[in-house]
């Protein structure tokens, strides 16, 4: 059975460099007088972020090497068939096949020489770079226009509009918005539903359903905070709900959504379970555990115990009777709360985090150069490994192979870093809004305490601190807010 010659076609969404693309394939073909059995088209595939079984075209012509059906593969340049480094190992295949890979425009890419498959490797590194800092490219460009317009295309959220490529807020929807995170606080999804239901709203045209309505709810736009790549942009211009409306509603979802579920550690009855830490003789912090103590009458009173100064047998206080230490921790937390105010700790937060923000920005800014350093000193190794197989070069090929591999290395480990410095830079501009809800919302914490059973006294003492530590004669409350 003859073997087949296959044209394989990666279109992108730009029409000119498609008909450059088959213009020279069909040249290539009538040129050489070849007979073409089958052209394989994938259209609007990518070949840096689609992986090699995800390529329906790619995957057909793999089957057929492997079936001995195919002779001759023909592409227009190594780039259509993929911008990854796995790509190499789809090269190797094709060899192993004695499939003959033609590029039309830098000739046979498997034609038997020694180099082959080290300029193979060359071609698909240097592909995949380059689509990585098209990526970067446009990631960036879309990032400065959000940073300046809110707008970067695509379809507004519910509640905004475009006018003059700027993204505003429309004053009709953003009304609907505020009654959806209103009423969502007063009776859920259902009450939303037969509110519009009645008044006949919908979401320009479609219909509102519980998905699109959760969605809307979820989406921190509404605060002034654009999502992009990850990353939280304040854009206060368009802010519609207040962060105590939209955080009251965050509470609300999470609760229900944990129904059925401990979201507070609730093991015993004693009141600081989880929360209390004791500062041992070592300089430790430690958890404390609650034990019981049977008293005379035959009831059990918890006692907060450190188990570590317990074992060591420490000189110090490592047993706390809950009776004394649960009235002095809640008359520190009552005088605390009572003497902070909203506006106080708002412009505490803005200083601190901005300049946390600040810092973490700088830190990105230099492990982002480093990165670009990387990158070029890698094009160049890899440049003085193209000139060693020109003969142009008395490099070791090996130890230059090496220096790739240490920069890869030491890359690889700048984006690591990188990417623990973009988490906790989203994690600061999340914390202000969160803190002022928790504030608001015990903003009277002493009625709200007061008037709570048992368990609901927990409850707000578990959402509202992190640590209460005891050492020595000393208190240390460390609040959710600070």
Known sequence: ?????????????????????????????????????????????????????????????????????????????????????????????????????????????????????????????????????????????????IKQDGYAGGTPNYGYRVVDKKLEINEEESKIVIMLFEEYVIGGIPKIIKIIEKNKITKRGEQFNRQKILKLLHNPIYIGKKQYQGELIDMPQLRIVSDELFYKVQDIMQNRRTKGTTKYVNKTDALLESILWHQCEDGEIRKVHVDYVKLKNGDKRPYYRCKHCKDVKAKITKNYNSNKIEPLVINDIKSIMGNTDIETLEKRYNKEINDSIKGINDTIDIIQRNIEKKNKDIEKAIKQIENIILGESNLDIEIVNGLIQKLKDEKQGLEEVLNINIDELNKLKNKTSKAIYLLQKYKNFDDIYDKSNDLEKKNILQELIDKIIISHDKIYIDFNIY
Request: proline share 0%.
């Open 1 to 145: 059975m003859r073997k087949k010659t296959v044209v394989l076609t990666r279109f992108s969404s730009i029409m000119q460099d498609n008909i450059s693309q088959k213009t020279a394939i069909d040249k290539y073909i009538n040129d050489n007088r070849l007979i073409v059995d089958e052209w394989i088209e994938e259209d609007a595939v990518s070949g840096f972020k689609t992986r090699l079984e995800d390529r329906k075209g790619l995957m057909i012509i793999k089957d057929m090497a492997l079936n001995e059906e195919l002779d001759t593969l023909i592409i227009f340049n190594s780039d259509r068939i993929g911008r990854r480094m796995e790509m190499v190992g789809f090269m190797s295949l094709m060899t192993e096949c004695k499939v003959k890979v033609i590029s039309v425009t830098e000739g046979v890419l498997n034609g038997g020489c020694d180099t082959d498959d080290l300029l193979n490797s060359i071609r698909f590194w240097t592909a995949q770079q380059e689509s990585r800092k098209t990526s970067k490219r446009v990631k960036n460009g879309k990032l400065a226009k």
